[in-house]
């Protein structure tokens, strides 16, 4: 498992490198349309968590998809996914706040607040995380490889 997120790191620098071969790609391309699709998909995601939709958030998440969580460890898609399905993890609200997006290609990397509320294993939890959301484009969609948050006071 380690082997494997390692891989999705390399693979997410490595596109941000590649990116950077050139002058004029070195830095973040301002395009609203595409930074608009990106910011409109966190959105249908939020809601997506609170309906419990596992095909939507499916369709949203690359099968390499790994998130970095506020306590240190590692949760693959699959374990997001199992967790939804099986209302292990319940998203009573999700609100976002602050979002940003830089477009870098075929990779974009999303910033923001989000302020959640739900259940997870039945014990409840609130609060406020700063996050990172990398997205690769393919097949013409965004798809989500990464997540890092960090809790706020």
């Known amino acids: 498992m380690q082997v494997r997120n390692r891989m999705i790191l390399v693979t997410v620098i490595g596109a941000l490198l590649g990116a950077r071969s050139t002058p004029a790609a070195a830095q973040a391309t301002p395009n609203p349309a595409a930074e608009d699709s990106v910011r409109a998909l966190e959105e249908a995601r939020g809601q997506a968590l609170m309906r419990g939709d596992t095909v939507a958030l499916s369709r949203m998440t690359a099968v390499e998809f790994n998130e970095l969580t ?22 009573a609200s999700v609100r976002y706040d602050s979002l940003t997006v830089r477009i870098y290609g075929d990779v974009a990397i999303l910033q923001g607040i989000a302020d959640n509320a739900g259940t997870m294993g039945g014990v409840p939890f609130t609060g406020r995380i700063r996050y990172t959301r990398v997205f690769v484009r393919r097949e013409g ?3 989500a490889v990464t997540m890092q948050h960090t809790p706020m006071p």
């Open 70 to 91: 506020r306590f240190g460890t590692v949760r693959t898609r699959a374990a997001n996914l199992r967790d939804v399905s099986a209302g292990m993890l319940r998203l």
């Open 141 to 143: 969609r965004w798809q």
